[in-house]
């Protein structure tokens, strides 16, 4: 399979870059957390990735890396889309916060950290958004259980 | 005459007086002139928005979640309740997620009625964006005028899927049913409601002064900030920045039309409201010349694992009651892998990220809602200006709390 998007992002990130794949023309790079911001940068300002469409999380448990970070990149220059991912350990869930290149990064990070519990490092403002203060848990991992019941809150000042 | 006690009001909902003069605001999160539930807390400085923080997650329901724990076809009456006024995108989109993963593709006539249900719930979205923006700006005959017309189309909807609100119509490989006989002459007839409506409001509203007074130089944003904060849909177009998913990576037969996508310059609210005024008339222009194109033929794809058989089959040989038991049970089975599709909704880019494991239900199923990063934005969007135009600001951003909180 050969994508000059990802042997461009091959030959910049050598090193960081753990696997590509292109599973129904869905164009995916998998890259170590570390250097997420970095490949980030280089899709925006290098390659013309103007839009971070998503930016989502999925739970792999039992698998380690359990979580796997997911932001999917949309160029309108040149029309084209890229999935780019990164493996996150559960011991150690904080990836570099995409806030900086991205101002719309803001509410997706919020909701990753609300549903899985991924922290994200120089958020500006990383605070729970679907769920309420005083939630315990974070609904979309998967040892969540469907039908968990939450004590229910006293009334808020 | 009697004193009465002052009630206990808890801290959040009292005016609070900052040090320099400046006041926090309460706004939400059920307020007669906000167009859905949220709760935004303003700082004011007289009459002028100086900071905001937007609260939501009143209409959360774990749709998300949900759907991890049924079959594939399951969640489609789900996806219903996602984007509740353009029901029928979400279907398609799902199906088209679900069906991509499984690297199969609808008959033909099948994917002509996606188009044309999708275009009618386009339609519907607008128009009750502009008539709940109207009406919250004190113009209600337009939402009257704007809401016949919605329940034409409504009635459009219900006589092809059974549903007005809640249609479900898609399914993994096709559709619940084929169209009804006399859907052609009916869609005329509703067209002929529609475009008299529009009409009426396009003149009650365009030039209307105070209409024209409250959306102008309101709820502005720039095309850098505009496509920084991940917008889509309307709300990106008003800057100039032509980005439409059936233009730009056509889905369905979308290449087949001949369709305009209206952008505006000044990217505030009116521009907003004039592109989505002229979005629906090439809503009908799209769903025209797909009835005219309008193939025959089947509406599902012909494999029993992915489809349903036909009734009289299942009671009359075994190998589709098997299918049926089976499809029933386990539901379809995609290959375990991940795919992201987008469709053009009312609001934006539509997107679903659905990761597979090979069993029967959805390992993670991710939607992308446009209203979420535009409602992030709105911010950004009402900073400077009056409290009064936010109302316009928020109407134009058109929240929909189904998709937003999922």
């Known amino acids: 399979m050969n994508s000059y998007l990802l042997d461009a992002l091959r030959a910049k990130f050598p090193d960081d870059l753990l696997e590509t794949h292109a599973f129904r023309g869905d164009e995916t790079a998998v890259i170590r957390k570390e250097a997420l911001l970095k490949a980030a940068a280089f899709l925006r300002d290098g390659l013309g990735f103007d839009f971070l469409m998503d ?26 889309r890229l999935r780019l991912k990164c493996p996150v350990y559960a011991d150690d869930a904080v990836v570099a916060s995409l806030t900086q290149l991205w101002p719309g990064a803001n509410w997706f990070e919020r909701e990753v950290y609300d549903m899985f519990g991924i922290k994200f490092d120089g958020h500006p403002d990383l605070r729970r958004i679907l769920m309420y203060d005083g939630f315990e848990g974070h609904p979309l991992r998967k040892d969540y259980p469907l039908k968990k019941r939450q004590p229910r809150i006293p009334h808020r000042d | 005459m009697t004193q009465h006690a002052k ?46 923080d937007i609260e939501i997650g009143y209409l959360h329901r774990g749709f998300e979640k949900t759907c991890e724990n049924v079959t594939y076809n399951q969640c489609v009456p789900y996806t219903d309740r996602l984007n509740y006024v353009s029901p029928f995108i979400n279907n398609v989109g799902y199906a088209l997620a679900v069906e991509k ?98 009409a009426d409001a396009d003149k009650m509203l365009t030039r209307n002064r105070i209409f024209y007074d409250r959306l102008h130089n309101t709820g502005h ?21 032509p980005l439409d998913v059936r233009k730009a990576t056509p889905y369905l037969v979308y290449d087949r039309f001949d369709f305009d996508i209206p952008v505006g310059s000044n990217g505030d609210n009116y521009d907003r409201y004039l592109v989505r005024l002229e979005e629906m008339h090439q809503s009908m222009r799209i769903v025209e010349q797909a009835l005219a194109q309008l193939p025959d033929g089947p509406v599902n794809h012909p494999d029993f694992s992915v489809i349903l058989p036909p009734k009289e ?41 659905l990761v597979s494991d090979g069993t029967g239900r959805p390992w993670r199923l991710r939607v992308r809602p446009p209203c979420f990063t535009l409602t992030a934005g709105l911010s950004k969007m009402i900073k400077g200006g009056y409290i009064a135009d936010i109302v316009s600001t928020f109407g134009q951003v058109n929240m929909i709390g189904g998709e937003l909180e999922r």
């Not at chain 1, 999925?58 to 932001?71: K, N």
């Not at chain 2, 040090?19 to 709760?39: E, K, Q």
């Open chain 1, 55 to 80: 930016l989502t999380a999925a739970d792999y448990l039992p698998r380690d890396p359990r979580f796997e970070l997911v932001c999917h990149f949309y160029s309108s220059a040149h029309n084209y």
């Open chain 2, 313 to 353: 089959e299942v009671y009359g040989n075994i190998e589709a009651l098997m299918a049926h038991f089976k499809l029933t049970f386990e539901g379809v089975k995609p290959p375990a892998g991940e795919v992201y599709q987008a469709v053009e909704g009312g609001n934006g880019e539509v997107g679903f990220y």
């Open chain 2, 7 to 52: 009630p206990d009001i808890p801290k959040n909902w009292e005016l609070e007086k900052l040090a320099d003069g400046r006041l926090v605001l309460n706004m939400g999160p059920s307020h007669p002139a906000m167009h859905g539930i949220v709760r935004m807390l303003l700082t004011v400085d007289g009459e002028r928005v100086v900071d905001s």
């Open chain 2, 221 to 241: 944003i720039s095309k850098e900030d505009a496509v920084a904060l991940s917008f889509t849909g309307p709300v990106l177009r008003s800057t100039g920045v």
């Open chain 2, 101 to 198: 993963l499984m690297g199969i593709e609808t008959p033909a006539r099948a994917q002509y009625i996606r188009v044309i249900m999708s275009e009618i719930s386009r339609i519907t979205d607008h128009l009750t964006c502009i008539g709940a923006n109207a009406m919250e700006l004190s113009a209600f005959t337009v939402y009257f005028y704007l809401i016949n017309a919605r329940e034409a189309l409504y009635r459009l909807g219900d006589s092809a899927a059974g549903g007005r609100v809640t249609p479900a119509y898609t399914r993994v490989g096709g559709l619940t049913r084929d169209l009804p006989a006399d859907f052609k002459k009916d869609t005329a007839e509703a067209f002929k409601i529609v475009r008299k409506n529009l």
